[in-house]
Each structure stands twice: as structure tokens, then as C-alpha cells.
């Protein structure tokens, strides 16, 4: 990951290698995450039939926490030093979580959004062994919340396709 020349050097105790080690991850994270916000926002418009209420609310819920999460993520990496993802071929580069093609019926959007869930925490935890070894006790804060986040919404959305 490039650099950008600040005009004062960084130095917060975390050589510029391993800073860029962890603006890498954390660029697939934002990536994961501002994917998973388009998704859930597509399916906050998008979903019909007897729990649409329901998940019509949930998804808001969701999408709008999300929105507030990629700043967080894309602040994090300015603060490492380096320039933030911010384009969909970026993103699409990055992310682990693909788009859904058409719409899916409203079972399967819990579905998909489970699946979402998850990917962004098992791409939060790829982060946590750079993050440990520097000492990046802020990034692994950042982490340990959006791991939290996720898991709690991964298994919200799941418990609705219980019988």
C-alpha cells in the first residue's frame, strides 16, 4: 500500500511496514463493510411479503450502524498514514462478499446477510495477528467491536430462520 508523504513523519510506535500491513487489512475490512451496507440497504428497499415490516426495520437498523462503521474503518487507516478505499472497483477488489444477482426472496436476504455478517468478521479477525504484534492496541479495539457487532447480527438474523 502507497503511502501518502505527510508532512510531518508518523510516529506513534509503529514502524511505517507494519502500518501498512494493517491499513491493508483494515482496507479489506472497509471493503467487506461497505459492501455488506450496500446489500443491506438493497434489501431494506427491496424486500417484500409477511415479515416486511419486520425486516424492513431490521435492515434500516442494520444499514444505518454500517454507514457509521466505514467512517470509523476509513478514519483508522488516515490515522495509520495511508489513503482509504473509496471506489467501487476498490471495494469490489477487496471485498470477500460478493453482490447478490436479482433480488432474493426475503429468506434468502437473511440468508445472504448472515453470510455478510460473518465474512466481515472472519476479515476483521485475518487483521488481528499484524494488529497484535505491533501493539496497535486502537486498531484491535476498532476490531474487537466490529467482530462484536457482527457476531450479534449474524445471530439476530439467524435466529429468524429457525423454525
Do not use: C
Not at 462478499?97 to 433480488?103: A, F, Q, T, V
Amino acid at each position: 500500500m502507497a503511502i501518502q508523504t505527510p508532512t510531518m513523519p508518523i510516529n506513534i510506535g509503529i514502524d511505517e511496514k507494519a502500518r501498512g500491513e494493517i491499513a491493508e487489512g483494515l482496507s479489506r475490512l472497509l471493503a467487506d463493510t461497505y459492501t455488506l451496507y450496500l446489500k443491506t440497504h438493497n434489501f431494506h428497499w427491496n424486500v417484500t411479503g409477511p415479515m416486511f415490516q419486520t425486516l424492513h426495520l431490521m435492515f434500516e437498523g442494520q444499514y444505518n450502524e454500517l454507514a457509521l462503521a466505514v467512517d470509523l474503518i476509513a478514519e483508522r487507516i488516515r490515522a495509520l498514514g495511508f489513503p482509504a478505499p473509496g471506489t467501487y472497483a476498490e471495494f469490489t477488489r477487496l471485498s470477500s462478499i460478493s453482490e447478490p444477482s436479482g433480488i432474493p426472496k426475503a429468506e434468502d436476504m437473511i440468508r445472504e446477510l448472515v453470510e455478510g455478517q460473518e465474512a466481515v468478521v472472519r476479515t476483521a479477525r485475518s487483521v488481528f495477528p499484524l494488529v497484535d504484534q505491533s501493539n496497535d492496541e486502537p486498531t484491535a479495539d476498532l476490531l474487537t467491536q466490529r467482530m462484536q457487532v457482527h457476531e450479534k447480527t449474524a445471530w439476530m438474523l439467524r435466529s429468524l430462520l429457525e423454525q
